[in-house]
C-alpha cells in the first residue's frame, strides 16, 4: 500500500495546547510518527535571566499552564537552596495540601480533556465542574484562580483563612461522593474499556530506557515516585501508598490518574489532621538587593505529570545566571510518543497522546 | 558508615584518572571531566545503577570563554540510598566551534537534550541521528541562549520593520 505524509495538529484533541506531529500512514496504520514542538516556546528560560530573583515568580508559574503550583514550588525550593533559607513546618504542611489539591485539579483536568476526546460528555462536564471546585478553594486562599504565586522562598505567602479547614473537607467530600459515579459512567465502562486496553502499550524496560516518568512509569509495575524516595514539602510526616498498575497500556494509565486522585484526597485529610501551628514564613531579605551566593542546584519533585526538576545557576548576582526546567511531558512527547504511535491506527492518536499525559506548554516552555 | 555518595566517588575516583568528584551535600555528586571522557563516565554511571537520565544543560560562562555541559543522572531503583542521589556530571567545551559526542548509545532519552542544545546553543553533537530545528521558527547567527545574544538588539532589527497595519492601509 502507498505510503502518505499525515500532518496531525497543531490543534486537535489529544493534547492540551498546540502540538503537531507528521504521521507517516499506510491505509490507517501508522508506520512512523515525527512529534514536531515548538508552537508554544515563548523562551522563558532566556527571560528569566532578565528578571530579579522574586520577579521570576509570575513567570514560572506560566510555564506550565494546567499546574503552575509544582512550578512555583521548584522554583522557590531551587531559591531556597541556593540561599540557604528554612520553611517553618506549618509551611510545610501548607504546602502539601495545597499541592495536593493543584494535583487533584490538574487530574481532574487531564480527566476532563480524555472524557471529552473519547467523547464521553457527561463525564467531561463533571470533571471541569468539580476541577472548578478546587479554584474555587484556590481562589479564597491566593485570590487568584489559576496562577496564584502561592509558594515564597521561605514558607507560603499567607495562613490559611479562618474555616478554610472545614471548606477543603466539605469540596473533598463532593468530590469523592462522586466517585461511584465516575466509576460506573467512565472508568468502568464497557465503552472505554474497548477504547483504550492494550492501546499505547509500553513494558517496563521500554520506559525506563526511554526516561519514563510518573503515571507512564508507574502504570508499567515500577513503583517510583519523588515524594517518597527524597520527600519535600510534608510528605514524610504521613503515611500513604503509591497506586501502581501492570499493563502499561492507556487504560492502566488512567486507573493511576484515578486511584492518584484518591490517594491525594486521604493524605490531604491526614495532613490537615497532623498540622502544626505556628509561622508559616521565614522572612527573607530586601528582595531589590536581594543576591544569592555563587552556586548551583538542581532540585526536583512529584508533579501530577511526573519528575519535574529545575537546574537554577546562580553567578552572586541579583537575577539567575540560568534557569532550566526538566519537564516529565519533554521525554514523555517526544521520546515515548514516537515510539508508542507506531503501529497503531489514526483513530488512536489522541487517545494515545492524552494517556500519555502530555502537556505543550511544558515541552516548549 | 559511609553513605552512597562518597562510596560512588571512591568507587569513580578509581576507576578514572583525570576526574575530580565533589560530595557537596548528603544526595547531591558533583563530577567534573573532560569533554572526551563524559560518554565512558556516564556509561559507568548507568551500569552502577544511575540508570535515569534527568536532564542536559549547558550554561554559558562567556567570561571564561566556555559552554559548560551539565548531564543529571538519577536511579530508578528502589533502593533508598540510590533513589535520593543526583549525580551532576560537568564538562567544559570551548564556546567557538564546540561539540562533542553524543550520549544516545548509553541514554536513549538523550535525543531531543541534544537537539535543544544544539539550536539554543550551537552544540554540534557528533553521531547525533537528527539535529534538525526542535522549537524555533528562525535561523540566528549568534545561537539565542547563548549569553551574547542582544534580545532587545534582535526584536528592534527583525520585528520593527514589519510595518503597522494601519500604515499599510494609509498607503493604499
Known sequence: ?365 | MKNTGQLLKEKLLLSFEDIQAEVSDEHRLTVNCRKDTVITVLSFLNNSGYDHLALISCVDWIKDNVLELVYILTAYAEDKGKAKMNILVKTRITREKPGLHTVIPVFENAEPYERELHELYGIHFMGHPRLTPLFLEREYKIPPFRKDFDTRKYVQEVFDQIPFVEDKKAEK
Open chain 1, 1 to 365: 500500500m502507498r505510503e502518505l505524509e499525515l500532518y496531525f495538529g497543531p490543534q486537535h484533541l489529544g493534547m492540551v495546547g498546540n502540538f503537531s506531529i507528521t504521521l507517516n500512514v499506510e491505509g490507517d496504520r501508522i508506520v512512523k510518527a515525527t512529534a514536531n514542538p515548538g508552537f508554544l516556546h515563548r523562551g522563558f528560560e532566556k527571560l528569566m535571566e532578565q528578571r530579579t530573583w522574586i520577579q521570576n515568580f509570575p513567570l514560572v508559574c506560566r510555564i506550565n499552564v494546567v499546574e503552575p503550583d509544582h512550578m512555583e514550588l521548584m522554583y522557590a525550593m531551587a531559591v531556597e537552596k541556593l540561599a540557604g533559607i528554612e520553611v517553618p513546618e506549618r509551611a510545610r504542611f501548607i504546602r502539601s495540601i495545597y499541592l495536593e489539591l493543584a494535583r487533584i485539579g490538574s487530574h481532574l483536568f487531564g480527566l476532563w480533556a480524555y472524557a471529552n476526546m473519547l467523547g464521553f460528555d457527561t463525564v467531561a462536564n463533571w470533571a471541569m465542574y468539580h476541577r472548578d471546585l478546587v479554584l474555587d478553594l484556590f481562589e479564597e486562599l491566593t485570590g487568584g484562580r489559576v496562577y496564584h504565586i502561592y509558594i515564597w522562598p521561605g514558607g507560603v505567602r499567607r495562613d490559611f483563612p479562618e474555616g478554610f479547614k472545614d471548606r477543603i473537607i466539605n469540596t473533598l467530600h463532593t468530590i469523592g461522593s462522586c466517585v461511584p459515579d465516575y466509576d460506573n459512567t467512565f472508568f468502568n465502562n464497557r465503552v472505554f474499556y474497548k477504547r483504550a486496553k492494550n492501546i499505547g502499550k509500553i513494558t517496563c524496560e521500554e520506559a525506563k530506557r526511554m526516561g519514563a516518568v510518573g503515571q507512564v512509569l508507574r502504570a508499567t509495575g515500577m513503583k517510583q515516585d519523588i515524594r517518597k524516595t527524597e520527600p519535600y514539602a510534608a510528605y514524610d510526616q504521613v503515611d500513604w501508598e503509591i497506586p501502581v498498575r501492570t499493563d502499561g497500556d492507556a487504560y492502566s494509565r488512567i486507573w493511576v490518574v484515578r486511584d492518584e486522585m484518591i490517594e491525594s484526597v486521604h493524605m490531604i485529610f491526614k495532613l490537615l489532621d497532623k498540622m502544626p501551628e505556628g509561622e508559616v514564613y521565614n522572612k527573607i531579605p530586601n528582595p531589590f538587593k536581594w543576591k544569592i551566593p555563587d552556586k548551583d542546584a538542581y532540585v526536583r519533585c512529584e508533579s501530577s505529570r511526573g519528575e519535574l526538576g529545575l537546574y537554577l545557576v546562580s553567578n552572586g548576582g541579583d537575577k539567575p545566571y540560568r534557569a532550566h526546567f526538566r519537564t516529565p511531558s519533554y521525554n514523555h512527547g517526544l521520546t515515548i510518543l514516537e515510539k508508542a504511535l507506531e503501529n497503531e491506527s489514526i483513530a488512536d492518536v489522541g487517545n494515545i497522546m492524552i494517556s500519555l499525559y502530555i502537556t505543550a506548554p511544558e515541552i516548549d516552555r
